[in-house]
């Protein structure tokens, strides 16, 4: 692959080598970043024995952020729907 970066991204104690695109990488390193603090978080707050269990934790916090940002979203849009079908009706109710 051309243009490619190989680079070395820690998570919960491990390292992982990856092969990405050089754009991604500012991402990637912030989304570790925020996993372990994340894990540090649960490990401090919680009596976790098992990395594995900290790191279901993880997935499911990310996991429940991006639904309820897409419950969010979809709700946003049907607002500003029928706000453009109100105005809409206005606009043709004047002319």
Same mark, same amino acid.
């Not at 998570?11 to 390193?29: F, K, N, S, W």
């Not at 639904?67 to 946003?76: A, F, P, R």
């Given at each position: 692959?051309?243009?490619?970066?190989?680079?070395?991204? $820690?998570?919960?104690? #491990?390292?992982?080598?990856?092969?990405?695109?050089?754009?991604?990488?500012?991402?990637? #390193?912030?989304?570790?970043?925020?996993?372990?603090? !994340?894990?540090?978080?649960?490990?401090? $707050?919680?009596?976790? #024995?098992?990395?594995?269990?900290?790191?279901?934790?993880?997935?499911?916090?990310?996991? $429940?952020?991006?639904?309820?940002? $897409?419950?969010?979203?979809?709700?946003? +849009?049907?607002?500003?729907?029928? #706000?453009?079908?109100? !105005?809409?009706?206005?606009?043709? +109710?004047?002319?």
């Amino acid at each position: 692959m051309a243009n490619t970066l190989k680079i070395k991204i $820690s998570i919960a104690d #491990r390292v992982y080598p990856l092969t990405i695109m050089p754009e991604q990488e500012e991402g990637l #390193r912030k989304a570790a970043k925020t996993i372990d603090q !994340l894990i540090k978080q649960f490990e401090k $707050s919680y009596a976790v #024995r098992d990395k594995q269990d900290v790191l279901a934790m993880c997935a499911l916090q990310f996991a $429940s952020q991006m639904e309820q940002k $897409s419950i969010d979203k979809e709700e946003t +849009n049907e607002q500003t729907k029928e #706000r453009l079908m109100k !105005l809409n009706e206005l606009l043709t +109710n004047h002319l």
